[in-house]
């Protein structure tokens, strides 16, 4: 399987909301995780960051998902500020890492628009 596909659907995620994300149809990205199409330097990068994976993870040639340390440390108390506390049951290990993943995503998304 592929790693794209794998990633996305570990996190139960749908090709057109990772697509959105990264700017690109649930369609294309359907396309990537088939291998019918390349993915763009560009949006390989996004996935990655989003994904929190190195770029070589994705493409296979690694199997260590990410060693990149410099990413936002956000701790459970940071995530659970505005929560209830019965919505405080409904998130999993999982879905925290997805948090802190998107929450890093943006970040960076954002630091390449103050970049330009």
């Keep these: 399987m592929n790693r794209l596909k794998l990633l996305r ?3 139960k995620l749908s090709q057109e909301y990772v697509g959105n994300l990264i700017g690109i149809s ?3 990205l ?10 763009p330097t560009k949006n390989l990068t996004k996935l990655a960051e989003f994904f929190n994976v190195s770029i070589d ?16 440390d956000i701790d459970d108390n940071d995530l659970y500020f505005k929560l209830s ?4 049951g409904y998130i999993s290990t ?3 890492n997805s948090i ?3 929450i890093n995503f943006v970040i960076e998304e954002e630091k390449k628009k103050k970049d330009k």
Aim: glycine fraction near 10%.
């Design 100 to 102: 802190k993943n998107y």
């Design 57 to 72: 993870y994705l493409l296979g040639k690694s199997d260590i998902r990410n060693n990149n340390t410099d990413k936002l």
């Design 26 to 28: 649930g369609q294309a």
């Design 85 to 88: 506390q019965e919505d405080k």
């Design 94 to 96: 999982e879905l925290k």
């Design 30 to 39: 359907g396309l990537y995780e088939n291998g019918k199409r390349d993915i």
């Design 9 to 11: 659907e570990e996190k």
